[in-house]
């Protein structure tokens, strides 16, 4: 079986193909784009080299896509991504800008592209579906409830490993299943001395999350991706007196607040200067050099310039003459053995 698991963008693109039997997993290749500036252009284009490269002989030999979507409007948990996951990203555009029109674009895409493939989302909220009603709740008038407006949390997908590969490490295993298994059986009760964990996902984006045998009971982050811990450029836990305080005392609009509030704050307000992502740097033996749409390599160096940053200002996008608008980073003869979970 072929699952191909994709990471969209706004200006990116990035994938991993997987051979999965019962033996276990394999990644079989390995690719990215950045500058995206049309998501079909690259996905056809990345298609079209797993089959060049002889890793497929056909794109309907891939089996499953998998997304990991970030915010859905009425929804959550792993499901298919059809029609209703499309206009539930289209729901909370607003809330998430920069995460729900590229899945929600990537994921027409692949419906076109690959219209045999099964498509899955795991939206990044589904590890919080068991917090309880107090937690999830800002102390706010019913009708903005109404509207959605509640704690969701985000870096599900991180916390729920954390969840899963902690309660390994202390020999808990009845803890680790009922996080392997989460999303299938839901939570189950353990005997025993309750298993307690602190998860930090720490990066360009941050949050913590307390989790209780397996399960999420509470987040740092809450309605959007711009709360909770300061971020690269997001401004994380703000007062919300402070915002119409802005707004009337510079003379600046509610988009110009959003905005620099969006991208002029976090780590970048703190320091007032651009900061590298968070992130530790690929050791030269693993990088991928990146390449432009006309193939030539560019530098793989470790300088803070080839390292990947959700930082300001954002890549530009360039405006094409006959090649398409990306560069590609690839490596589809690299394999890697991943063990099995069950």
């Known amino acids: 079986m072929l699952v191909l698991v994709a990471n969209l963008g ?6 991993r193909l997987f051979h999965m039997d019962e033996s276990g997993e394999e990644v079989v290749a390995k690719g990215g784009y950045e ?80 219209p045999k493939a099964k498509l899955v989302a795991l939206f990044e909220t589904a590890f919080y579906q068991w917090i309880s009603t107090a937690s999830a709740n800002y102390a706010i008038p019913k009708t903005w409830r109404d509207i959605g407006i509640r704690r969701y949390g985000f870096h599900g997908a991180s916390h729920k490993f954390i969840a899963e590969r902690s309660a390994e490490l202390c020999q808990c295993e009845d803890v680790a299943q009922i996080a392997r298994r989460l999303y299938l059986d839901g939570p189950a009760p353990i005997s025993g001395k309750p298993f307690r964990v602190v998860s930090c996902h720490l990066g360009g984006s941050s949050s913590v999350t307390g989790i ?12 959007s991706p711009q709360s ?15 915002i119409p305080y802005a707004m009337r005392t510079l003379g600046i609009s509610l988009d110009e607040a959003e905005r620099q509030l969006t991208k002029e704050s976090g780590l970048l307000g703190l320091s007032k200067r651009p900061t590298p992502a968070m992130r530790t740097r690929n050791s030269p033996s693993t990088r ?4 432009s749409a006309t193939g030539s390599a560019l530098s793989s160096s470790n300088s803070a310039a080839s390292m990947p940053s959700s930082s300001p200002p954002a890549l530009a996008r360039t405006t094409p003459t006959s090649a398409p608008t990306f560069a590609r980073t690839s490596n589809p003869s690299a394999s890697v053995s991943i063990p099995r979970k069950t």
């Not at 706004?10 to 994938?15: A, I």
């Not at 959550?76 to 539930?88: E, K």
């Open 10 to 15: 706004s200006t990116s693109f990035k994938y």
């Open 35 to 114: 500058r995206v500036s049309d998501h079909a252009s690259v996905i056809d284009d990345a298609l079209a080299t797993l089959q060049r490269d002889g890793i497929i002989n056909s794109p309907d030999e891939i089996d499953a896509v998998g997304f990991k979507t970030v915010l859905g409007k009425d929804l959550s948990g792993c499901v298919i991504a059809d029609q209703t996951v499309i206009d539930a990203l289209d729901g909370f555009a607003a809330v998430a800008p920069a995460h729900n029109p590229p899945y929600a674009n990537g994921i027409r895409q692949f419906t076109r592209a690959l």
């Open 212 to 223: 209780l045998n397996g399960v999420a009971i509470g987040t740092s982050m809450g309605f």
């Open 228 to 242: 909770g811990l300061p971020q690269n450029n997001r401004v994380g836990e703000l007062d919300s007196g402070a």
């Open 288 to 291: 991928s050099p990146t390449r």
